[in-house]
């Protein structure tokens, strides 16, 4: 069974507009969790993350919020840029990180 | 850049022949782990490692072993490969605080496997 869920495999906004990723995970011990950008042919590089004593970072255009009593962490791209289109893995754990299935975002110009 | 480097970068198999891929690091980091990304799927922890000649199972290790006789170098050996193995397969690193590793790993480039 897995960890962590993304349940939307594909996302597509307008450039300028908010994108929100969401991931869900089943396993209240972890205790970080992560955002990676993948592009084809690349391997996944690190973008955000937060651990279980916070609800909310920021990182320039990028914001990951946490909900620990719904298990539940979203990334939010304000604005959204053409290059920000790839896919979006979260990641939980402690340690060991379980990926969820990712979410392929496309930012139309 | 992180200095890991996987290889090869491709690599076309036939069913029931061992396959052996690298990955190398030049940072020093003590965790080393292999992950398989496959559609659906995700990222899915193969095995890992925290130090040379210590190594654990992840989610789907079965099919797989791996040795690490050396800080740098990790190898992830499928003894016999099955067309269910085809896969990009992931290496990422990571450095320690105490005797824990740090979040966030530093991912390879990738090694897409073909099993024929």
């Known amino acids: 069974d897995q960890q962590v869920k993304q349940n939307s495999p594909s996302l597509s906004v307008q450039e300028g507009r908010i994108s929100i990723l969401n991931c869900d995970y089943t396993?209240?011990?972890?205790?970080?969790f992560l955002w990676y950008k993948k592009y084809p042919a690349e391997g996944p590089t690190f973008l955000i993350s937060?651990?279980?004593?916070?609800d909310k970072n920021e990182d320039g255009r990028f914001t990951v919020f946490l909900n620990k009593s719904a298990k539940h962490l979203s990334l939010h791209i304000v604005p959204s840029q053409p290059g920000d289109s790839a896919v979006y893995f979260c990641?939980?754990?402690?340690?060991?990180?379980?990926f969820g299935s990712g979410t392929k975002l496309n930012v139309k110009p | 850049d992180a200095g890991i480097t996987q290889s090869p970068r491709h690599k076309v198999t036939e069913t029931g022949t061992p396959v052996t891929l690298r990955c190398h690091q030049t940072?020093?980091?003590?965790?080393m782990y292999w992950y398989r990304q496959d559609p659906g799927h995700g990222l899915r922890l193969i095995h890992y490692s925290y130090g040379v000649k210590d190594t654990d199972k992840g989610e789907v290790s079965d099919g797989y072993s791996v040795s690490r006789s050396k800080t740098e170098d990790f190898l992830l050996t499928l003894e016999s490969a099955t067309s269910s193995q085809t896969s990009v397969y992931f290496c990422?690193?990571?450095?320690?605080?105490?005797?824990?590793?740090?979040?966030?790993?530093?991912f390879g480039s990738g090694t897409r496997l073909t099993v024929v």
């Open positions: 937060i651990s279980s004593i916070k």
């Open positions: 990422a690193i990571s450095e320690s605080t105490g005797n824990q590793p740090n979040y966030g790993y530093t």
């Open positions: 990641a939980a754990g402690g340690g060991k990180f379980y």
């Open positions: 396993n209240s011990m972890f205790d970080y």
């Open positions: 940072e020093n980091h003590r965790y």
